[in-house]
Structure formats: structure tokens, C-alpha cells
């Protein structure tokens, strides 16, 4: 973990890790026994006929949650389907966990739905959990027209190469997935956004190059609008209102690989970071137990070590070792007990080391008060709540060791809780 | 399954940079070392005493209101023992225990314990102390008066209170080597000018002091001391002696530093120090008193608040 440097008056630059040199292949995890996909959505109001315990599963098929909504998962293993539960993620968000159990045989049958011409209606239905996941829904509002796609080909948190591998491996899907993007959405605008020490020749993709800065946060969407872009995203406001979508580069070639080979890709490429702090990419079928990707990397895990998903600055921490590999898990982090930062009830001694940090300028030391005494409204409007990207930098300086970012998000949740309470009040 | 194992869960970020208020506190107390340590060369065991027993007083008071209030015990931070250090660096070597024991209370509880904790303290604490000790027993803070009974091999005046009292042309009477060095009259920490200006490089170096408001403070000494003495020579001493003497130096790195009560912002931190060395400039030069370190830190913490209202624009921030 780095720490704070002797020489304190420089400000410490949290980088992003490149990945330079000859790049080795990704370890390749089985296919698990059992395999767990969550479906958004409470498992009480699932449309039953949809699928049941014992149903045949063949990889590929999407498990829809009901007719009321458009959630949906998709199989990655052949098999039957096994238990069908209920699974509370964070913030209280309802899922519908189903287990499919793998059986031997190989379905080598193509996709139906890859093998026809692209399509954004098949693809909705169909492709939004590719590995890496397509935001394919922000293309539907007709309210906010996307006249830009911003593939990142680098990852928002540190010490992540994801995304990075891909850009410089997997070339081919890539640039097959930027063709079929563009007939999916129709947006002809494509930016290619890499992280600074990777840019190579893209010269036979269809899109833009742009350096991205290596320092943490420059990668995160607000940050690439606003100094490789020159745009400025209005607090509060989404990319999207701007026109533009951010995606992952593993999405897009996830895209092409679909319609490259007509299979449906299940694999997911993940950075794992062991408690000594060493990265290994691996690929797993989504759905795999993270405990199948320890064993097979020899990473023990005991009581009060903690494992992340995501990285170590935006990831959030599981409470199961078999929680499963998501379409969206960039990577996992392992962090042993003694290394484990613990966060104090130390009052801010408003030595201002945050506010100096901050990539957007938010008050901080001013906000954090509010936030304390869960002034959340007056927070926002005076303290630029909204500004904040959610970087985490904050607290990772914070000597009093405030868990300031866990506080952002909480009056962020609040005040969207608060609103619409207002609105069902209104309506009704 | 295996037995269910229990993981730690919360929020990201997952790091943390090691930094803690202990270190900043004992880093700080460190930085002061070498002063006091010569203060307590040339001053004796008067000011051994003095310093013992006010970092112990200021711990013990800090104790007490934590026990009173059922609050964490928080003297652990070291915050306790630097406000008793700082405080007993600016006494003379004979104050009175009691005066030392009020000193350590006012500042304390009534400077930072009422104020809800460290970080809550709208003035220094330390300064708030010394201002009103300094306003209920002006000759505590007399150190010609106080310190008559020692007879060292330097100039044993007050260098304030001689270019006060008997013009610019005494400031000639002491040698910026003196100055320097610790061979000057006043606190028992404040006088050794190397001492607390390696102290505060280290402090700016470290990181646990912002050098904006130290040399913004320093800087607007010069330029205000540099301003009078050119308009008269005679009546207001030159910029040099103003840094060396009172509690220029202390007040520098290590008062006007006090993190609850300064600026974090980069203009406010340049505008609070400057405006801290003109003041303190102004009163020594035309106001009531000798030194004028103390009130114009008490004047800049008041209006802290409203400096660090100039800040950068929060990206995205929609009028
Ligand atoms: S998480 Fe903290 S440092 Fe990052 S943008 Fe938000 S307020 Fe600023
Ligand atoms: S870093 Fe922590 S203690 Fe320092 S000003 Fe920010 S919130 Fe306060």
C-alpha cells in the first residue's frame, strides 16, 4: 500500500500501473461446477415460468427476471438451473441469485441471436452482460441522444490492467466490436481513450485516439470529459446528458468476439491482487465462485482478511468467498487482516491535506461537518456535494482517518431517498 | 460448504496512506525540541520547571475534561503535551506555577475542549491562552521585569521593548548572531531564531505544516517592518530585527500553523499569513504593545473562515 512519502510536502500521486513489456497470457480458471449469476430484481416477484429449479440451461440464454422489468441475466455455463435465492448487495439492493450447474457435454450450437446482423433491439435483450457489460440502455433515451462513445481502454482504479491487456491483445475483436457498436447504436463519433504510456498505433480502428493522464483519478469519465475532452459534466448531471457514453474496451471486444465468432462470450477478464500486493490477470466464466479463482492462484483467505470487488479505491468489500465473478468485476482484491486500514471517530482537524487532493476542488474539510451532523440538503448546496466523483482520494489522505467518501455516498443515497419520497408524496 | 468465514466488510477506498494526528502531533513537538532545549540551556531549572509542568498540566486538564465529558481519552494524540509545550516556549522562565496552571486551562479547555476537540478550536489555543494571561497579568509577560534577576553574558533586555522604549538605534545592541543563537531575553522557547527556523523547515518539509502561511507570514513582516524603517530609521528597526525577535519565529511555524484555525486554500493561506506578519508589524510598531505576534494571530484565526471562502470553483459547479 503506498504510504505517505518522507518528504510530505509533495503531494502524493497516486498512478496508474501500465502495463509495458512483454505481457503474459491470463491464467485460465475451469469452468465452474456451479456457477452463480444474480438477476436484478427481489426473487419474490420473479415471473416464475420464466425458468424453474431442474430447467435445462444452455450458455448464452438470457434468465429474465419477469415481464415488469428488462433485468435479466445470462447463462455462461451449460447445465440445469439450481437453487433460486434471494442475495442483498450494497446500499440494500435486491437481487434474485441463480445457480446453474455445469454439465459435462459441450453445446457447440452458435448463438441465434449473434448470428443474425446487429441489431439494438436483439442486442438489448441480449448483450448487456457481455463481459465487461454494455451500457446498451442509455442508447434508448430518446430525451438524451448519445452522439459520442468513449471506449476506455485503461481501468478507473489502480493497480487494475484489465482493460489494458485487451487494448493491446485482443486488437482484432476490438476493432470488430467498434464496427459492430457503431451499427448497433449508430453513433458514428468513437473515441478511443488510452492510458498515457499506451499509446501505440491505432491506426486501423475506426475511432479517435486520445492519451489519458496516468495519475489516479484522470481515468474516470468526469475526469477524461474534462481534460481530454474539454468538456465539463455539471454536478449532478450524467455523461449521458452530455451526449456521451462511457464503455469499456473489454465490452466492445466482448462485442466483436460475439459477432466475430457467433458464440456468446462467458469468460471475464479480471486483475487479481494478492496481499502481497501482485497483480495476475486471470479469466474466469462469470459466475465463478471467487473462492475456484483463489485456490487455482493459491491465495488463502482467513477470518477478518477482506476481499474487494473492484479495485482498492472503488471496489466494495464481500462478505462471501464464493461470491461470483459479475459481468462488470474488473478485479478482486485480497487484503490480509493487519493490512487492513481502520477507520477512526476522529473529529476533522481541518488540516486541509483533503481539499488540496481533491481532483475537483470540493470543501471538504467544510462538507464533512455537514455531513456528520447529517445536514445532507445544506451539504449539496453549499458545499458542492454533487462535484464529488467519487475518487476516494479524500479519505485515503484523511489523518483523522474519516471514512469521508463512505459519508459522500451515504448523503448522496439519502438525498435521492428524500427526493423521491417527494415525488411518491407529490403523485399521490 | 466449509464453515462460513467472517470477512471484514466495508467501505472503499481500501487504502489509506498511514497518516495519523499522533504523528503530526509528535512530529511537531520534535521540531520544537531544539528550541527549548537552548531556552532551557540558558534559562535554567526556573524554566526545566516551567516547561515540565506545563505540558504535564495540559495533559492532565486535557484528562480530566475527557472524564468529565465520558468522552474517548484523547491524550494520547499528543495534541495535550504540544499545546502545554507551546505554551510554556512562550513564557518567561520565572512565571508562577499558577500562572502556568491557568495558562494550560485557559488554553486547554477553554481554547479547544469547549470548542467541541481538536479541530473544533476557532483560535489557537495556545495564542487565546497567552492573550488573556497577557491582559489579566501584564507583568507575567514583562520579561525585563520577570527575568531581572538573571544575569547572562548577553544583552539582558528585552529587544522589543528596547526598540519600544528607546528607539531604532538600540536594535544595534543586538547581533543577529545573538539573535540567532539564543542569547537574547524572552520565552523560553522563542529565542533560539536556528532552533525554530530548522524546526519549521522540518515541519514544512514533513508536510504537517503548510508553508504558505509560514512564509506568507514571514514575508509580510519583512515587507511591513522594511516599510517603517525606511520611512524613519530612527524610530522603527529594520525588517531582520523583526524576524529574529518576540515571537516572530514561534508564531511562524509554529502558531499561526495551527491547523483548526488556519486556511487550508492557497490564496487564503497567502492572504491569512500576510495579513498575520503586517499586523503583528503594525502593533509592535505603532500599537500599545511590545510584541504583536499574539493579537494578530487572534485577529487572522477570527477571520479564517471568511478567507478560506475564496476557493477554487468545485469542477462542475453550476451557479
Ligand atoms: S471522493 Fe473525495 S477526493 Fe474524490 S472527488 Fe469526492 S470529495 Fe473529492
Ligand atoms: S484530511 Fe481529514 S482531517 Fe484533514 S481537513 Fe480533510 S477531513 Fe479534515
Known amino acids: 500500500m503506498l504510504k505517505k512519502s518522507f518528504v510530505g510536502i509533495i503531494k502524493p500521486r497516486l498512478e496508474y500501473q501500465p502495463l509495458t513489456g512483454s505481457i503474459s497470457e491470463p491464467i485460465l480458471i475451469p469452468p465452474p461446477s456451479t456457477a452463480r449469476l444474480l438477476v436484478e430484481g427481489p426473487v419474490e416477484e420473479r415471473d416464475t415460468s420464466l425458468f424453474s429449479e431442474g430447467d435445462p440451461i444452455t450458455a448464452g440464454q438470457p434468465l429474465r427476471h419477469s415481464g415488469q422489468t428488462d433485468a435479466y441475466a445470462v447463462a455462461t455455463v451449460s447445465g440445469t438451473v439450481g437453487t433460486i435465492s434471494a442475495y442483498t448487495g450494497d446500499f440494500g439492493k435486491v437481487f434474485t441469485a441463480v445457480t446453474l450447474l455445469r454439465s459435462e457435454e459441450k453445446t457447440e450450437q452458435p448463438d441465434p441471436v449473434v448470428s443474425t446482423p446487429p441489431s439494438l433491439d436483439t442486442a438489448l435483450a441480449h448483450l448487456k452482460h457481455l463481459p465487461g457489460t454494455l451500457p446498451l440502455e442509455k442508447f434508448t433515451d430518446q430525451t438524451k441522444p448519445i452522439h459520442t462513445i468513449v471506449i476506455y481502454g485503461g481501468d478507473n482504479d489502480i493497480l487494475v490492467t484489465t482493460n489494458q491487456y485487451i487494448v493491446k491483445a485482443r486488437t482484432t475483436v476490438l476493432e470488430h466490436g467498434v464496427v459492430s457498436l457503431k451499427q448497433i447504436t449508430g453513433v458514428d463519433r468513437i473515441v478511443l481513450a488510452v492510458p498515457g504510456e499506451a499509446v501505440q498505433t491505432f491506426g486501423h480502428l475506426e475511432a479517435e485516439v486520445k492519451k489519458v493522464d496516468m495519475a489516479y483519478p484522470s481515468a474516470f469519465p468526469q475526469m477524461i470529459l474534462h481534460t481530454v475532452l474539454g468538456q465539463t459534466l455539471p454536478a449532478g448531471k450524467s455523461c449521458e446528458d452530455l451526449g456521451f457514453c462511457f464503455v469499456t474496451a473489454e465490452a466492445v471486444a466482448s462485442l466483436g468476439e460475439a459477432y466475430k465468432t457467433g458464440h456468446y462470450p462467458v469468460r471475464k477478464l479480471i486483475t487479481v491482487i494478492n496481499k502481497a500486493e501482485k497483480q495476475q490477470l486471470v479469466s474466469a466464466v462469470i459466475g465463478t465462485p471467487l473462492s475456484d479463482i483463489f485456490q487455482q492462484l493459491g491465495i488463502t483467505v482467513q477470518d477478518g482478511d477482506r476481499i474487494i470487488v473492484g479495485g482498492p479505491m472503488t471496489g466494495s468489500a464481500v462478505y462471501l468467498e464464493d461470491y461470483p465473478v459479475m459481468p462488470d468485476t474488473s478485479a478482486v482484491v485480497v487484503q490480509d487482516k493487519d493490512a487492513i486500514a481502520l477507520v477512526s471517530d476522529y473529529p476533522c482537524i481541518n488540516c486541509g491535506e483533503c481539499v488540496r487532493t481533491c481532483p475537483v476542488y470540493v470543501p471538504i474539510n467544510m462538507l464533512v461537518r455537514l455531513l456528520e451532523a447529517g445536514l445532507y440538503e445544506e451539504a449539496a448546496d453549499q458545499y458542492d456535494l454533487y462535484s464529488c466523483i467519487g475518487c476516494g482520494l479524500c479519505s485515503f489522505i484523511c489523518p483523522s482517518k474519516i471514512p469521508i467518501y463512505q459519508f459522500i455516498r451515504l448523503a448522496k443515497y439519502e438525498l435521492e431517498r428524500m427526493k423521491s419520497a417527494e415525488e411518491t408524496n407529490e403523485s399521490s | ?319
Open chain 2, 1 to 319: 460448504m466449509n464453515p462460513r468465514k467472517k470477512f471484514i466488510v466495508s467501505h472503499a477506498p481500501f487504502w489509506h496512506n498511514g497518516s495519523n494526528i499522533p504523528e503530526r502531533s509528535y512530529h511537531t513537538l520534535l521540531a520544537a525540541l531544539p528550541a527549548v532545549v537552548v531556552g532551557l540551556h540558558y534559562w535554567g531549572m526556573a524554566a526545566v520547571a516551567v516547561v515540565s509542568l506545563s505540558i504535564s498540566s495540559a495533559i492532565l486538564w486535557e484528562l480530566a475534561i475527557n472524564k468529565v465529558t465520558k468522552k474517548t481519552v484523547t491524550i494520547g494524540d499528543g495534541n495535550a503535551a504540544l499545546i502545554g509545550l507551546l505554551f510554556a516556549m512562550l513564557l518567561p522562565a520565572t512565571t508562577p506555577w499558577w500562572a502556568v496552571l491557568t495558562g494550560t486551562f485557559v488554553a486547554v479547555v477553554l481554547g479547544k475542549q469547549i470548542f467541541g476537540g481538536i479541530g473544533g478550536n476557532s483560535f489557537s489555543p495556545v495564542v487565546l491562552s497567552v492573550a488573556m494571561l497577557s491582559i489579566s497579568w501584564p507583568h507575567l509577560f514583562d520579561f525585563d521585569g520577570m527575568l531581572v534577576n538573571y544575569d547572562l553574558d548577553f544583552v539582558m533586555v528585552y529587544p522589543l521593548a528596547a526598540v519600544k522604549h528607546f528607539g531604532a538605534g538600540t536594535a544595534a545592541d543586538f547581533s543577529f548572531g545573538d539573535l540567532l543563537t539564543g542569547r537574547q531575553v524572552g520565552g523560553i522557547g522563542a529565542t533560539f531564531g536556528l532552533g525554530l527556523i530548522a524546526g519549521g523547515i522540518y515541519l514544512i518539509v514533513r508536510g504537517f505544516i503548510r508553508w504558505e502561511i509560514s512564509i506568507s507570514f514571514l514575508a509580510g513582516i519583512f515587507v511591513a517592518a522594511l516599510i517603517f524603517n525606511l520611512i524613519d530609521p530612527t524610530r522603527w528597526a529594520g525588517p531582520m530585527f523583526h524576524l529574529l525577535t518576540g515571537y516572530t519565529l514561534v508564531g511562524a511555524f509554529f502558531l499561526a500553523t495551527d491547523d483548526s484555525s488556519s486556511p487550508v486554500n492557497f490564496v487564503p493561506m497567502l492572504i491569512y499569513g500576510a495579513a498575520g506578519g503586517v499586523l503583528t508589524v503594525l502593533i509592535r510598531s505603532i500599537g500599545a504593545f511590545e510584541d504583536g505576534v499574539i493579537y494578530a494571530v487572534l485577529v487572522i484565526n477570527l477571520v479564517q473562515p471568511l478567507l478560506d471562502k475564496i476557493r477554487p470553483k468545485a469542477l462542475g459547479k453550476v451557479v
